[in-house]
């Protein structure tokens, strides 16, 4: 399994960036995906996630409205527009690998890449 980010930087407050993750080494279509974010001294969160069609997402609470995740299976990659950021979205941003297979579980992950890191600051 290989998850490779792409799309981090640096951004001002109220601007956007779309995070991209290409994914291998398993069938992409049978498992969701989701987006996690570690600030420094801060432990890891869950983002978003994405069923294996995309019919079901979750969004956490501080990110609804602002971010959406979406993915291609065709192309095996799932992305994180995130729109309106904020100081404190500054973050390594992970993707994950769902662990069970077709199976909705966006707290249940077993693959992560290597991260991006995402700065906001003015």
């Known amino acids: 399994v290989q998850l490779v980010e792409s799309g981090g930087g640096l951004v001002q407050p109220g601007g956007s960036l779309r995070l991209s993750c290409a994914a291998s080494?398993?069938?992409?279509?049978?498992?969701?995906m989701g987006w996690f974010r570690q600030a420094p001294g801060k432990e890891r969160e869950l983002v978003a996630a994405?069923?294996?069609?995309?019919?079901?997402?979750y969004h956490a609470d501080s990110m609804k409205g602002r971010f959406t995740i979406s993915r291609d299976n065709a192309k095996k990659t799932v992305n994180l527009q995130m729109n309106s950021l904020k100081l404190e979205d500054t973050a390594v941003y992970y993707c994950?690998?769902?662990?069970?297979?077709?199976?909705?579980?966006?707290?249940?992950?077993?693959?992560w890449g290597q991260g991006t890191q995402v700065t906001v600051s003015s």
């Open positions: 994405i069923s294996t069609f995309g019919f079901n997402t």
């Open positions: 994950a690998k769902g662990s069970r297979w077709r199976e909705f579980r966006p707290n249940e992950y077993d693959y």
């Open positions: 080494g398993f069938s992409f279509s049978d498992y969701h």
